[in-house]
């Protein structure tokens, strides 16, 4: 089963792995695998509960909400709690003033009358009169003499203008003896005996009317106004909605309601949001994707992949996230989010990585959200994407398993400071328990994404045929058998893979290509030389070449079947298909010049050119390309009797010339900008291995001997 796991790559049809339709679905999949697991956390669980019944179970809110009517009871009493706003109306008072001035004014005209009776006179002031005033204050009016007649003219006017300007209600004016008492308050220290006081007593008290009238407008915007400095009603996530076997008031039923616990009133509005967001950002990292990291984006299995570690987080979230129910636990920090940064870093590409924390860090603000309002709770969000980031470039280019441990490492430090900063940023006091708690578990969350990180890495670097650094520099080791064996039984071929692999991972290297896959396959693209070595002119020391006694096209077939030879055999050690594709591939569909050359010589009919190139496939990579054209360069130069550095670099330029007009390079992606790199690279790497070499005395002494 284990092998079958390996080996399941290797069974994928080719056409699989580009189709665009399954690429399209893989996508599809992709946001399937992220919507499904969140669900529950955007909408909470509902119940078929009614009211004036007893419930079955214990509910609390699964959210922070707002009691919408509880707030709508809140305001309106605090509205109807509001007094009127009055205003007072000048005009009133003014008119006021003018009939107090008009009564002693007709009190003086009838005084005048003397051919009136004083009954008549009596009758008609009465009759005048605007107020109900006593008959003895109407026959002390008309008795007055004309100064004290004008003195309490003046005094009441004065009264009624001082008691009207302060504003009078009709609270005032319906108890008489509150507005004695004011008149009072102003008359005390008046200069007046006691008939003319009565007298201006009486008549202010009946001038003194309510000039104050509601005003509509600001009374309504007072209302308002306190309206809204009611705060609103919060059912907070945690809250006892109702206890087992308790009973379904009113009141319950409608809190029950607002926490969208009650089946047949569930809003579905979440889930479409979440549906909507999942969909962007998968659409988002697919033009990403297909922008920046082509190479993943044209292999269906790197997406599958990539779309199985992106799941395997959220489920670890999810996991974890049970834990919310322990007073002590602190979830939502001691989630491992940089657990799938960390994979998709050193499986595929550390930039993606960074992307996807973007993504991780929104699961984690839903997942993790207990206390906001809001879907996503933004500490979570912060902490989980900066998390990721620090896990993806702390890795650098892990080529050990401690590496790992160590990028752990500086997550758990990372989340610390974020922690910090959070705690910081938080306005209410933090306890040094809460606090040490959190710095507990944000340690805990990056020593797992490391823990878990090792674990599940050759899961997935068998399943779909991944080479990471660290399997290269496994498979690079000396001690490897066919690489033991490559050294024991064909030392040129072993000493020519190497030199191929110095040079191929210098050119890899200079134009952003994989110089570690390179320098890897370059180790094992020649090993099939080893069912025929000395058939090869780098393993016939001090031998006879046998291809002297051979016929060109039997010399062909040896010299092609290295090739079949070397994939047969990576195939039986069971290799990585990326490592098979450097022997099949490294000489593409190129012509064996000499022994063409040499048939055409020796046969009177044309000889096929077909017939003495290699199989192919030609190069799909640009690590093969490179391995390719190191390895002919290798060979070429060796063969060289004085290679100085101009002849190195001409013999180099027509070699990749060679292999450009022969179209070598059409299903791979270097450039004629790359292929110029390679160039000069390949040539001062060779220049570093041919350098002129110091002649020292001995050396001197020894050319004289040999003279």
């Known amino acids: 089963m284990k092998w079958r796991l390996r080996r399941l790559h290797l069974f994928v049809p080719e056409s699989w792995k580009t189709s665009a339709t399954i690429r399209r679905l893989l996508f599809v999949l992709l946001g399937l695998m992220v919507y499904f697991p969140l669900m529950g956390d955007v909408l909470p669980k509902t119940f078929d509960l ?32 509001v007094q009127p706003v009055y205003s007072r109306n000048d005009n009133i008072t003014t008119h006021q003033v003018k009939l107090v001035t008009y009564i002693f004014k007709k009190a003086g005209e009838l005084q005048a009358k003397q051919e009136l009776t004083p009954e008549a006179r009596l009758k ?6 605007p107020f109900a005033l006593s008959a003895e204050t109407l026959q002390a009016l008309l008795t007055l003499p004309v100064p004290a007649l004008h003195a309490a003219a003046q005094e009441t006017n004065k009264v009624v203008i001082s008691i009207m300007q302060k504003g009078v209600d009709e609270k005032v004016t319906s108890n008489p003896e509150l507005v004695q008492q004011r008149v009072n308050q102003q008359i005390v220290l008046a200069d007046l005996d006691s008939k003319v006081r009565k007298v201006v007593r009486e008549v202010a ?29 919060m059912i907070y996530k945690g809250e006892v909605l109702v206890e087992k076997d308790q009973y379904i008031s009113e009141e319950v039923y409608r809190k029950l309601d607002a926490a969208g616990l009650l089946e047949q009133n569930a809003s579905k509005r979440p889930l479409l949001g979440l549906a909507l967001f999942v969909t962007f950002f998968v659409a988002f990292l697919a033009m990403y994707m297909a922008q920046a990291h082509r190479n993943v984006y044209k292999n269906n299995t790197h997406i599958l992949m990539f779309s199985l570690i992106i799941f395997l987080n959220i489920l670890v979230m999810k996991i974890i996230s049970a834990g919310q129910t322990v007073d002590f636990f602190s979830p939502g920090y001691g989630v491992p989010v940089a657990l799938g940064s960390m994979l998709i870093a050193i499986l595929l590409d550390t930039q993606l990585a960074v992307v996807c924390s973007l993504l991780f860090a929104f699961v984690a603000g839903i997942v993790f959200n207990y206390e906001s309002l809001l879907p996503v709770d933004f500490r979570y969000l912060f902490y989980g994407f900066l998390s990721g980031v620090a896990g993806a470039y702390s890795l650098g280019k892990a080529t050990k398993r401690s590496r790992i441990l160590q990028a752990g490492f500086i997550v758990s430090m990372v989340n610390i400071a974020i922690i910090s900063a959070l705690y910081l940023l938080v306005s209410s006091t933090v306890t040094w328990r809460e606090l040490v708690n959190a710095y507990a ?30 399997r290269l520099l496994e498979l690079s080791n000396p001690n490897q ?17 190497m030199m191929v692999a110095n040079l191929s991972e210098a050119a890899c290297e200079a134009v952003g290509a994989n110089g570690l896959l390179a320098r890897v396959g370059a180790y094992y693209h020649d090993v099939g030389k080893m069912k025929r070595p000395h058939f090869f002119i780098e393993n016939q020391m001090n031998r006879d070449n046998p291809h002297d006694t051979l016929s060109p096209a039997l010399s062909k077939r040896i010299i092609i079947a290295h090739v079949e030879d070397g994939v047969r055999m990576l195939e039986e050690h069971k290799l990585p298909k990326q490592i098979i594709d450097f022997a099949q591939q490294h000489h593409g569909t190129t012509l064996l010049k000499y022994f063409y050359h040499k048939a055409a010589k020796m046969s009177d009919a044309s000889v096929l050119e077909s017939e003495y190139r290699y199989p192919g496939p030609k190069a799909q990579t640009r690590e093969t390309a490179i391995v390719g054209i190191c390895d002919s360069v290798e060979a070429a130069v060796r063969s060289l009797s004085r290679p100085t550095p101009e002849r190195i670099e001409q013999l180099v330029r027509r070699i990749i010339a060679d292999r450009l007009e022969d179209g070598q390079f059409n299903e791979c992606d270097l450039t004629m900008q790359e292929l110029e790199i390679i160039t000069r690279t390949i040539c001062e790497t060779l220049h570093g291995f041919f350098h002129n070499r110091i002649e020292y005395p001995d050396d001197k002494q020894a050319a004289v001997n040999q003279a």
């Open 441 to 470: 578990f944000g340690a805990l969350s990056g020593v797992l994404a490391a823990v878990l990180t090792i674990g599940f890495l050759p899961f997935f670097e068998g399943m779909f045929g991944i080479l990471s650094p660290m």
């Open 50 to 81: 009614r009211v004036n019944t007893v419930s079955d179970v214990t509910l609390t809110a699964p959210v922070t909400v707002e009691d919408t009517e509880a707030t709508e009871q809140a305001r309106t009493k605090a509205a109807s709690e």
């Open 481 to 497: 058998p066919l690489l033991r064996r490559l050294l024991m039984e064909t030392p040129g071929t072993y000493h020519h893979s």
């Open 205 to 233: 008290m009946a001038s003194i009317v309510p000039n104050l009238t509601i005003d509509e407008e600001a009374t309504n915007a007072l209302k308002e106004s306190v309206r809204r400095s009611v705060k609103p009603v």
């Open 124 to 129: 008609e002031f009465k009759e005048n009169v």
